[in-house]
């Protein structure tokens, strides 16, 4: 089956550490997306990568890095900078670098701060 | 700033009738608009995507409905059934903009 996974489901983070949540897909996607939703509220762009090698901060950036070595991987890490990081976390990818195209989403990592 | 409003209540209907579910958006010219569900704990999946050129888009018992002028989508179900029941929400992207902006989504529960 294609798609996108996200691993783990729930994550807990000790104060004053990085963590790191994975992002995989098998769609032959171009771009990934990270976002953050937090209790009714929308989704919030924390970063993008149109193309292997090289990712945009969204409006959200401060306190996370991500990578893209890879075109089917696109990891995410908070990192102890965000202070508040317990959020439900998306990841999501597209056909094409435009980000005007429909998005695939995975099935989400809850994390939650100990 | 660009702001993107559904309704701020959540919806309940009979099952049977028609859900009509409000995307309102100021500050923006989107190109395209779209429509996502999204059910407890899970990840939002595409339903429908609409052009600013179109003023309708339908696809089974789904309806989206574009109006430019009025910076509203609607979006409507006919038939609702219980299973029918999710957030859904609204996501707009500008032609020069470098992102899709999402709404904070209306909660729909079709009683049976």
């Known amino acids: 089956d294609g798609g996108i996974t996200q691993s783990p489901k729930y994550l807990f983070r000790k104060e004053g550490q990085n963590v790191t949540l994975s992002c995989e897909q098998n769609l032959n996607h171009d771009a990934m997306y990270w976002y953050r939703q937090d209790p009714g509220q929308g989704l919030r762009l924390i970063y993008y990568s149109q193309i292997v090698n090289d990712f945009q901060k969204g409006d959200i950036a401060e306190g996370y890095s991500v990578s893209r070595e890879k075109k089917e991987s696109f990891p995410l890490t908070v990192t102890s900078a965000q202070k508040n990081p317990t959020a439900f976390y998306l990841c999501?990818?597209?056909?094409?670098?435009?980000?005007?195209?429909?998005?695939?989403f995975g099935p989400g990592t809850r994390l939650l701060v100990l | 700033s660009q702001k993107i409003e559904q309704n701020s209540e959540a919806l309940n209907i009979q099952e049977g009738k028609t859900a009509t579910l409000t995307c309102n958006y100021t500050?923006?010219?989107?190109?395209?608009l779209q429509w996502y569900r999204q059910d407890p704990g899970r990840g939002p999946v595409f339903l429908l995507l609409i052009r600013e050129n179109e003023k309708e888009k339908r696809k089974e018992r789904l309806k989206v409905t574009f109006d430019t002028t009025l910076k509203q989508s609607l979006f409507h179900i006919t038939a609702s059934q219980p299973a029918d029941s999710a957030t859904y929400l609204c996501a707009l992207d500008e032609g020069s903009a470098r992102q899709l902006t999402f709404g904070s989504g209306t909660q729909l529960t079709v009683l049976p």
């Open positions: 500050n923006y010219s989107p190109a395209y």
């Open positions: 999501a990818s597209s056909i094409g670098g435009g980000l005007r195209e429909t998005q695939y």
